[in-house]
């Protein structure tokens, strides 16, 4: 976003910071082109959270170039975001992530009474897995089965030690009941089909349901509380 903090007796410095301050635009890049050119000027736009600042009279191409530059310090800082975001093993959602996007879809159920879902499935009896060439397998077996039957829109993770998390917008709680009996039992069947189960306990996973009408009298929902 280009802004002139004079423009029309509007305070730019002001509103950048009013960006900065909120979730959905302080990632956005600002780029302050404007006659004020002191120092202290300067020192104001970046403290308020540009990226850059121009003094008029400034040339077309410098102002391209600038914008493009920006853009990619956005790219770069997102991959960043992203990476601290994914697990390293599956290359689904962390945890830290995931209670970032239960919030918003609980604050969307509170707001607009969007419903949702949540299941967590953990594998049983995974910390007495010793071989780690298995707890990689089954890891990797379950993602891979995730991605094959829950959509586009839903939010996958991995909390580590065998427990994966998915939240199902839109969905009620017959809906995930139906899903995460299904992945139950496909689970147990790719255990037995790749012989993963050949240690001192049978493999098999645990799915927890969970849906959005019975945090009617909740303010506010994090991973803590499933937990």
């Avoid at 992530?97 to 953990?122: G, K, P």
């Avoid at 990689?136 to 939010?155: E, F, M, S």
């Amino acid at each position: 976003i280009i802004i002139d903090p004079e423009f029309c007796g509007i305070d730019g410095f002001n509103i950048c910071r009013e960006m900065k301050r909120n979730e959905m635009f302080y990632s956005i890049p600002v780029i302050f082109i404007t006659y004020l050119g002191m120092v202290e000027d300067k020192v104001k736009g970046f403290e308020a959270g540009a990226i850059d600042y121009l003094v008029k009279p400034c040339e077309s191409l410098e102002v391209i170039i600038r914008v493009r530059s920006a853009l990619r310090k956005k790219q770069y800082q997102d991959v960043l975001s992203n990476l601290s975001h994914i697990d390293p093993i599956t290359g689904l959602w962390n945890q830290k992530h995931f209670d970032r996007r239960l919030s918003e879809q609980f604050a969307s159920f509170v707001r607009y009474d969007r419903h949702f879902s949540l299941f967590i499935l953990e594998v049983d009896h995974f910390k007495e897995i010793e071989n780690k060439d298995v707890i990689g397998k089954v890891v990797n077996a379950i993602t891979r089965l995730l991605w094959a039957h829950c959509r586009v829109c839903d939010i996958l993770s991995y909390w580590g030690q065998g427990r994966f998390a998915v939240l199902l917008p839109e969905t009620g709680l017959w809906g995930a009941k139906i899903l995460a009996e299904r992945l139950r039992a496909e689970v147990e069947v790719l255990f037995k089909k790749n012989e993963l189960d050949n240690h001192k306990h049978k493999l098999t996973a645990s799915i927890s349901v969970i849906a959005s009408e019975i945090f009617a009298k909740i303010t506010k929902l994090s991973t803590q509380h499933i937990l």
